[in-house]
């Protein structure tokens, strides 16, 4: 199910009514919410609902048994089924075509053929998402970090929550089980920012990614030819601001829906593309996939501790397997390498003391708008099909492809002047959170901007599309 559909808010209204105006007591709420999760996912392929449940008890068991003995080896076997349980789904579901492909073209370098079936396996939406999040449920038990949650009930809806279900934030459960613990229940104010966060999701997504970015990313990636510089620019930021607004636009419909229940999401994104260097980049976009890395993969590898090649190895790995993450392709791992590489550059450059510290006014400026292009540079290999389309998309962004022109002077002028907005809004707003600028605004004009904005929602004409992370 779709939040940008009329069958998600039929659902959501279903669901709110229920919850406050129902007599239901605390655990039968969310017993509802439970059941209401399981809903809005198999509505999209009830079988697969499998998959959840599985998850759900074998790291509930797992995490029971880890807390329970402290047998090293006992531990240690708890903790393999988990991961070989979840890491396997998300093995043979999302990347056992990749494998099968990759096994065959190894075979032909050593001369020998096989035709391998078709592989025909539907990815399960939003499977690397709630895998990491139950797998950290389980790594931290192993490390003691936390303590497991009280009740089954909790549990399983700490996995299955419907606003963050299929694309995140990854949610911690040191950071949304215990809130399940007592009755929640949004206040007047919580309930009607919550509104408001959904309705600027929506419009990011619908309006912005949809109707103005998307058609213009879609026309130069899907083009054969050789393009203008101008046209090939135009579709890398087309699809810098799609995959933003689509994303951060999920986001923030996950945290206002939960927050209309009284349920606090940690913040996803914070202005990235005003970053200045690529470790604030991180610190700034996907953030809850972004601090996942860092905590069960660069960290356990060494991070920084060691020597300074085995840190650029624990970089390049984390962003590597980071741009694996994203995709069962190897444009996905050029993306990866590519953002290992500015990382490593960049810890060089400040090893050195060729980097500015604390940058400001036009040096800022000038140090963001650096880091956004090199940004929109590695966008080409996610958004790219092959390599055929990303080199010739590069080729020609850097002035070294055709002269075709296919895109409309108005469509470049909107992708442009947009983008812009994009850039300077977000450098402006480094230091801002957008609940603040919202708390700050005058009730008038407050209600100006969300009328202009279901005034928006309205007009456009889509339908229904998905978004860009439920791949993932």
């Given amino acids: 199910m779709l939040f940008n559909t009329l069958g998600f808010f039929v659902f959501l209204a279903a669901v709110l009514l229920l919850y406050y105006l129902s007599p239901l007591n605390w655990k039968q709420k969310k017993g509802m919410l439970l059941l209401a999760s399981y809903v809005f996912y198999g509505l999209w392929n009830p079988p697969l609902i499998l998959l959840l449940w599985i998850s759900t008890v074998v790291d509930w068991t797992a995490g029971n048994q880890l807390m329970k003995t402290d047998n090293p080896s006992r531990r240690k076997a708890w903790l393999i089924l988990s991961l070989l349980v979840n890491l396997g789904f998300l093995a043979f579901f999302k990347y056992g075509a990749f494998f099968m492909e990759n096994f065959q073209t190894m075979l032909g370098w050593a001369g020998l053929s096989y035709d391998a079936p078709e592989w025909d396996i539907l990815l399960p939406m939003g499977i690397s998402f709630y895998t990491f999040q139950t797998l950290s449920y389980t790594l931290d038990l192993y490390k003691k970090r936390i303590k497991p949650a009280k009740t089954f009930l909790d549990f399983a809806l700490y996995v299955t929550f419907f606003p963050q279900l299929v694309a995140g934030p990854i949610v911690r459960s040191d950071e949304l089980v215990p809130q399940f613990y007592e009755p929640k229940k949004a206040n007047t104010h919580q309930f009607l920012l919550g509104l408001l966060l959904l309705t600027i999701g929506l419009f990011e997504k619908t309006v912005f990614a949809d109707s103005i970015l998307g058609p213009v990313s879609d026309s130069v990636f899907g083009s054969g030819d050789a393009l203008a510089a101008l046209d090939a620019w135009t579709g890398a930021l087309a699809f810098s601001g799609q995959i933003f607004f689509d994303f951060a636009g999920y986001s923030l419909c996950a945290i206002g829906i939960a927050l209309m229940l009284g349920i606090a999401l940690p913040d996803n994104f914070r202005y990235p593309y005003g970053s200045i260097g690529f470790s604030e980049l991180w610190q700034r976009w996907h953030i809850s996939l972004s601090t996942w890395l860092r905590d069960y993969l660069y960290i356990p590898l060494g991070g920084n501790r060691k020597s300074a090649g085995r840190t650029y190895v624990n970089l390049m790995m984390t962003?590597?397997?980071?741009?694996?993450?994203?995709?069962?392709?190897?444009?996905?791992?050029?993306?990866?390498?590519?953002?290992?590489?500015?990382?490593?550059?960049?810890?060089?450059?400040?090893?050195?003391?060729?980097?500015?510290?604390?940058?400001?006014?036009?040096?800022?400026?000038?140090?963001?708008?650096?880091?956004?292009?090199?940004?929109?540079?590695?966008?080409?290999?996610?958004?790219a099909e092959d390599f055929e389309t990303a080199w010739r998309i590069l080729g020609s962004m850097g002035l070294l492809g055709g002269e075709e022109e296919i895109l409309l002077t108005n469509h470049i002028v909107a992708v442009l002047g947009l983008m812009t907005l994009v850039f300077l809004g977000h450098f402006a707003m480094r230091k801002r959170s957008l609940v603040g600028v919202i708390e700050k605004l005058s009730t008038p004009l407050l209600v100006l901007l969300w009328g202009i904005m279901m005034f928006g929602l309205m007009i456009v004409q889509t339908s229904g599309q998905q978004f860009i992370y439920f791949q993932f």
């Fill in 319 to 383: 962003m590597l397997l980071g741009g694996l993450w994203h995709g069962a392709s190897w444009t996905f791992v050029a993306w990866g390498a590519l953002h290992g590489t500015y990382l490593i550059i960049e810890r060089l450059f400040k090893q050195k003391g060729l980097y500015f510290k604390n940058p400001t006014g036009v040096t800022a400026l000038l140090l963001a708008l650096l880091t956004w292009t090199c940004v929109n540079v590695t966008w080409v290999f996610f958004r």
